[in-house]
Each structure stands twice: as structure tokens, then as C-alpha cells.
């Protein structure tokens, strides 16, 4: 018996306007998904595979976005037609979305309970110990560690992966007919990865839920979706069950796709280069306060006496689960938060300098935060936001140089420099991370902490940023602390690489030696779980 269709998408365009000028983000897209299916929208950055869902919900910034065509239809009812009053009950209940980037739709001064909680409350009326209860059961599905500890945390005292695993859990609260899951594990390492997607086709068997997978992993798609569309700026240009579309693609666009991976290896440095940036025994703590008086009770220990040492043209990577502390490493490293140990840069300790005694340093000392969007001012054109560096550290510089120069660094990350005056808005998630690592390049730093600077890219942009930093490392000899849960990025990078659990380094020491023959138990686990997702890869391009 056929299934019945859910969602019904017809002949969708959206147009954003931005001084003056419209730009045409998707272009006479159609396709459905039926009630308990699981389908993938899948393609480069920028080829409107978000745009296309936040249409679903009508979470696109209106008026600047518009649907010049196009209808879509829920159980039959047009979505582009109907009042807020449908909209209210349709968002969270019928139909939940897990964002890209979780970080920008989370209250930064709400605790985690209270965000997990205010759906349970507004749809389904839960009050007392029983909202709190099934707060803790949802933490505890998507695998929050210690989950009673996390309530009342707030979103920054989190790591990225662990604020994506509460955006899910706030999404399947209310058990919806359709989730859509906007690269659900972006942040999440390999061995986590694994477990939400497990959990996400349990709940999608147990709640008889569609789902439309927005990704750029192609292991994922192989493994969770029935049926698969392709689009390529702002248009589907293909459409076929899963194992079809692996087994014989027909799209040259498709077959790019799925032979797309970064390759080569790290650049040699050399290991008489001076040293960068070192610590020892560095500790970051964050207090675990309670009652009346806020008292400590406990410590989350996200650092806990770890020592590194980064030499110029080298790269660190720095590999662990979500929550086991690499984030917070690299900004304490950048004096970006409270920490304990000394932390030398170049022969100088900076650990106990003002934030004006810093401030000769920032320019040299650049970071690439995971969560791009965050980052970048919605308020605030390209341009802007790259000028804004450049106005404080090279204010001798013409306009014409500062745009000359920010124009060179959107070319060097593979955008076109005739964005400059659009808006952050108007780009995909892939874009924005590009545009933020354009950003930090443009002051020609001599070290950068990359937090996850490929996670929201598709494997072919990717390739193209791990070919960028490896060209830009070898030119201007730049140390590198690389952040990743992807091991695959990492071994095309690094030199050197730091296994973190729990706030600790259990391993570490040249790359090739973690990754031919590891020696913790926990190195092993990772690389068997990046292995088995190689695995599905390899299998798809051979396929």
C-alpha cells in the first residue's frame, strides 16, 4: 500500500532583496515527502537546500524574502497561505525543525531546562515535577552526559555538539508528523554521530515520523533516507530512491558529489621553527552553583590540566567527543576566557595581561568560531564585517585598500568578491563559515584557532578549504590549533594531534603514529567509528 503525502512542495521560488537588487536563492523546486519517510534534500552550500525548508515553516526573514511562485501544501492545506494562528500550532507540533547552528537559536539567558521545557508547556500542558522529568528523559535520549548537572546550564557553558543534541531534544519533544533535521550532526564527533542517528530512526519508527534530512554527508544519506533529491543553485537536478542514486548516478552534478572528499596530506614544518603558542597545566572550571545564595557546589572540569605546545608552520588538531573540551582549549588559549596556567606567545606569557595589554596581540592571534552566523553581524554588509578588523588594526588603509583586501580574501575562501555588499542572511551555512574565515585571514595572522571550520561544508568545499589553509600555512608559515570531530579533515592537516576526553589529553603525539597505531582504547573507538562511516563512503562512490 502506497504512503500517504505529507508534505507536497510545487513549483517553490524564493527571491531575497537587499539593496535593490533581487537574487533568485531557488528556483521552480518540486518534491514531496510521504507520512513515515525519510527523504534528503542534498548539495553544495548555497544551492538552497535551507532556504527551501525554512519555506516549510515560513522562517525565512520577510519581507526581504519573498515566494515568487510556488505553493506547499500539508495534508493538503497550503502552508504559504495560511494565518499565524495555523502557523503557531503547525511550528513544534506538527512540524520541528533541528537548526544548522544551534547556537543562534538558543536564549543565551535561559537555562537549558527552560528551553527543553517551554514547548512540553506550551503544547502539551505538562507543569511541576513531570516537565522536569521529561526534560531529563530527552537529555538522556540524545546523550547529555549527566543530564541533572545540565539543567541549569545556560547554552554557552555547553559545547557546539552538546547544544545541537538540546536543539533535538527540543524538536522531538512533542513527537511531530514531520522533523526536519538541517545537517543534525554537523557538530557531533563520529562516535556520537552514530547514536543520534540511531535515535532519530528509532523515533521515526516508534512515531511513524517523516523526516527531511538536510546534509552534506553522504555516508548519512546512504544509511537514513529512502529517497534522495539533489539540487544545484536553486535547482533539483535530480531525484531517485537512495540506492539508485549510488548505484548509478545520472547527473554529472551527483557523481562530483559523491566522489568528493579532502585528500593529501599535511604540509611538513619544520621542527626547529619557533614556537608560537605553548601552555602547561592549563584548567578551565566552570562552578556549578546552588539555592538561595548561589553557592559552588561542583565544577565542570572543561579543561583540566592539559599542556600543549604549537610551533610556527605547524597544525594541531585537537579530536575528542562533543563536550570533551577542545572548544573551550582553543579560546582559553586565545585569552578569549578564564583560565588557569601560564600561556606563553611567542616567548611572551599573556595569561595576566589587561584587555588593553592584549590588544597588540588580537591581530596576530585569530580565531574561526565554529557557529558562523553567531559571529557575523546580521546588521552588518560582507564588506563590514571584514572591514571592521581591518579599521582598528590598519587604520593608515584607504577604503580602497580595505576593500581590495577583503575582496582578495572572499576570492582566496572561493567566494565571489561582488558579494561583498550582501548580507549574512542571504548566505547558506557553508557560505558563512566561509566568510568568517575569510574574515580572520584578511588581518594576516600568525596563529588561528579553527573551531570546526569545515563542519557545515559539503565534502567538495571541504577538499577546497583544506587545499585554502594548507596554501595559506605554507605561504605565510601560520600555526594552526584545528578543532574537528572529522578525522577524515584532520589527517589531511595535521601534523600533530591531541585525543581529548573529559577535559584531558588520553593520547597524543605525530598524526600518522595516532592514526596507524593508536594506543588509548578511546583513540581506537573514535577511529573505528570514522572508519566504519569511510567505509559507507567508499561503498557509495563504488557503488
Given at each position: 500500500?502506497?504512503k500517504?503525502?505529507?508534505i507536497?512542495?510545487?513549483?517553490?521560488?524564493?527571491?531575497?532583496r537587499s539593496?535593490?537588487?533581487?537574487?533568485?536563492?531557488?528556483?521552480?523546486?518540486?518534491f514531496?515527502?510521504?507520512?513515515?519517510?525519510?527523504?534528503?534534500?542534498?548539495?553544495?552550500?548555497?544551492?538552497?537546500k535551507?532556504?527551501?525548508?525554512?519555506?516549510?515553516l515560513?522562517?525565512?526573514p520577510?519581507?526581504?524574502?519573498?515566494?515568487?511562485?510556488?505553493?506547499?501544501?500539508?495534508?493538503?492545506?497550503?502552508?504559504?497561505?495560511?494565518?499565524?494562528?495555523?502557523?503557531?500550532?503547525?511550528?513544534?507540533?506538527?512540524?520541528?525543525?533541528?537548526?544548522?547552528?544551534?547556537?543562534?537559536?538558543?536564549?543565551?539567558?535561559?537555562?537549558?531546562?527552560?528551553?527543553?521545557?517551554?514547548?512540553?508547556i506550551?503544547?502539551?500542558?505538562?507543569?511541576?515535577?513531570?516537565?522536569?522529568?521529561?526534560?531529563?528523559?530527552?537529555?538522556?535520549?540524545?546523550?547529555?552526559?549527566?543530564?541533572?548537572?545540565?539543567?541549569?546550564?545556560?547554552?554557552h557553558?555547553?559545547?557546539?555538539?552538546q547544544?545541537?543534541?538540546?536543539?533535538?531534544?527540543?524538536?522531538?519533544?512533542?513527537?511531530p508528523?514531520?522533523?526536519?533535521?538541517?545537517?543534525?550532526?554537523?557538530?557531533?564527533?563520529?562516535?556520537?554521530?552514530?547514536?543520534?542517528?540511531?535515535?532519530?530512526r528509532?523515533?521515526?519508527?516508534?512515531?511513524?515520523m517523516a523526516?527531511?534530512?538536510?546534509?552534506?554527508?553522504?555516508?548519512?544519506?546512504?544509511?537514513?533516507?529512502?529517497?534522495?533529491?539533489?539540487?544545484q543553485?536553486?535547482a533539483?537536478?535530480?531525484?531517485q530512491?537512495?540506492?539508485?542514486?549510488?548505484?548509478?548516478?545520472?547527473?554529472?552534478?551527483?557523481?562530483?558529489?559523491?566522489?568528493?572528499?579532502?585528500?593529501?596530506?599535511?604540509?611538513l614544518?619544520?621542527?626547529?621553527?619557533p614556537?608560537?603558542?605553548?601552555?602547561?597545566?592549563?584548567?578551565?572550571?566552570?562552578?556549578?552553583?546552588?539555592?538561595?545564595?548561589?553557592?559552588?557546589?561542583?565544577?565542570?572540569?572543561?579543561?583540566?590540566?592539559?599542556?600543549?605546545?604549537?610551533?610556527?608552520?605547524?597544525?594541531?588538531?585537537?579530536?575528542?567527543?562533543?563536550?570533551?573540551?577542545?572548544?573551550?582549549?582553543?579560546?582559553?588559549?586565545?585569552?578569549?576566557?578564564?583560565?588557569?596556567?601560564?600561556i606563553?606567545?611567542?616567548g611572551k606569557?599573556?595569561?595576566?595581561l589587561?584587555s588593553r595589554?592584549?590588544?597588540?596581540?588580537?591581530?596576530?592571534?585569530?580565531?574561526?568560531?565554529?557557529?558562523?552566523?553567531?559571529?557575523?553581524?546580521?546588521?552588518?554588509?560582507?564588506?563590514?564585517?571584514?572591514?571592521?578588523?581591518?579599521?582598528?588594526?590598519?587604520?593608515?588603509?584607504?577604503s580602497?585598500?580595505r576593500?581590495?583586501?577583503?575582496?582578495?580574501?572572499?576570492?582566496?575562501v572561493?567566494?565571489?568578491?561582488?558579494?561583498?555588499?550582501?548580507y549574512?542572511?542571504?548566505?547558506?551555512?557553508?557560505?558563512?563559515?566561509?566568510?568568517?574565515?575569510?574574515?580572520?585571514m584578511?588581518?594576516?595572522?600568525?596563529?588561528?584557532?579553527?573551531d570546526?571550520?569545515?563542519?557545515?561544508?559539503?565534502?567538495?568545499?571541504?577538499a577546497?578549504?583544506v587545499?585554502?589553509l594548507?596554501?595559506?600555512?605554507?605561504?605565510?608559515?601560520l600555526?594552526?590549533?584545528f578543532?574537528?570531530?572529522?578525522?577524515?579533515?584532520v589527517?589531511?592537516?595535521?601534523?600533530?594531534v591531541?585525543?581529548?576526553?573529559n577535559?584531558?589529553?588520553?593520547?597524543?603525539?605525530?598524526?600518522?603514529?595516532?592514526?596507524?597505531?593508536?594506543?588509548?582504547?578511546?583513540?581506537?573507538a573514535?577511529?573505528?567509528?570514522?572508519?566504519?562511516?569511510?567505509?559507507?563512503?567508499?561503498?557509495a562512490?563504488a557503488?
Open positions: 500500500m502506497a500517504e503525502v505529507l507536497n512542495v510545487k513549483n517553490l521560488s524564493v527571491a531575497f539593496s535593490g537588487v533581487t537574487t533568485t536563492a531557488v528556483n521552480g523546486v518540486s514531496n515527502i510521504k507520512k513515515g519517510e525519510t527523504v534528503a534534500l542534498v548539495g553544495e552550500s548555497g544551492s538552497g535551507s532556504v527551501s525548508a525554512l519555506s516549510i515560513r522562517l525565512l520577510y519581507p526581504a524574502a519573498s515566494h515568487p511562485s510556488g505553493h506547499i501544501y500539508l495534508d493538503g492545506k497550503d502552508i504559504l497561505n495560511a494565518p499565524e494562528s495555523d502557523l503557531k500550532r503547525i511550528r513544534g507540533e506538527r512540524i520541528a525543525m533541528i537548526f544548522q547552528e544551534p547556537m543562534t537559536s538558543l536564549n543565551p539567558l535561559h537555562t537549558i531546562e527552560r528551553q527543553v521545557s517551554e514547548t512540553l506550551l503544547h502539551r500542558g505538562l507543569k511541576g515535577p513531570a516537565v522536569r522529568q521529561r526534560v531529563l528523559e530527552l537529555l538522556t535520549k540524545v546523550g547529555i552526559p549527566e543530564p541533572e548537572k545540565r539543567l541549569e546550564a545556560f547554552p557553558q555547553l559545547s557546539g555538539g547544544r545541537q543534541r538540546v536543539m533535538i531534544a527540543m524538536a522531538l519533544a512533542n513527537e508528523d514531520l522533523l526536519i533535521a538541517d545537517e543534525p550532526t554537523t557538530a557531533l564527533d563520529v562516535t556520537i554521530q552514530a547514536q543520534i542517528l540511531e535515535l532519530l528509532n523515533l521515526q519508527r516508534e512515531m511513524g523526516m527531511l534530512l538536510i546534509t552534506h554527508d553522504l555516508g548519512i544519506v546512504r544509511r537514513m533516507a529512502e529517497r534522495v533529491y539533489v539540487m543553485n536553486g533539483i537536478v535530480e531525484e530512491p537512495t540506492e539508485q542514486l549510488f548505484e548509478a548516478p545520472k547527473h554529472p552534478y551527483t557523481r562530483h558529489l559523491i566522489a568528493a572528499e579532502p585528500k593529501g596530506e599535511p604540509p614544518f619544520d621542527a626547529s621553527a614556537v608560537v603558542a605553548e601552555t602547561q597545566d592549563l584548567k578551565v572550571w566552570f562552578p556549578i552553583k546552588r539555592g538561595l545564595l548561589q553557592r559552588t557546589v561542583d565544577h565542570i572540569k572543561a579543561v583540566d590540566g592539559l599542556s600543549i605546545k604549537i610551533f610556527a608552520g605547524q597544525t594541531v588538531g585537537v579530536v575528542g567527543e562533543s563536550g570533551s573540551g577542545k572548544t573551550t582549549l582553543g579560546l582559553a588559549l586565545l585569552r578569549l576566557i578564564s583560565s588557569t596556567g601560564p606563553v606567545y611567542m606569557r599573556i595569561d595576566g589587561s595589554e592584549m590588544r597588540p596581540y588580537r591581530r596576530e592571534m585569530q580565531v574561526v568560531f565554529q557557529d558562523p552566523y553567531g559571529s557575523l553581524s546580521p546588521r552588518l554588509s560582507i564588506f563590514e564585517i571584514i572591514e571592521e578588523g581591518l579599521l582598528i588594526q590598519k587604520p593608515e588603509w584607504t580602497e585598500q576593500r581590495e583586501q577583503a575582496a582578495r580574501a572572499l576570492r582566496d572561493g567566494l565571489d568578491p561582488k558579494a561583498l555588499d550582501r549574512p542572511h542571504e548566505f547558506s551555512g557553508g557560505q558563512r563559515q566561509r566568510i568568517a574565515i575569510a574574515r580572520a584578511a588581518l594576516e595572522p600568525k596563529f588561528i584557532v579553527l570546526e571550520p569545515t563542519s557545515a561544508l559539503d565534502m567538495s568545499v571541504q577546497q578549504i587545499d585554502l594548507r596554501e595559506l600555512q605554507a605561504k605565510r608559515n600555526a594552526y590549533v578543532i574537528s570531530h572529522d578525522l577524515k579533515v589527517r589531511a592537516l595535521c601534523n600533530y591531541i585525543v581529548m576526553r577535559g584531558r589529553a588520553v593520547e597524543e603525539g605525530p598524526a600518522e603514529e595516532i592514526f596507524t597505531a593508536p594506543k588509548a582504547e578511546y583513540t581506537k573514535l577511529l573505528a567509528a570514522a572508519f566504519d562511516l569511510k567505509v559507507a563512503h567508499r561503498a562512490v557503488g
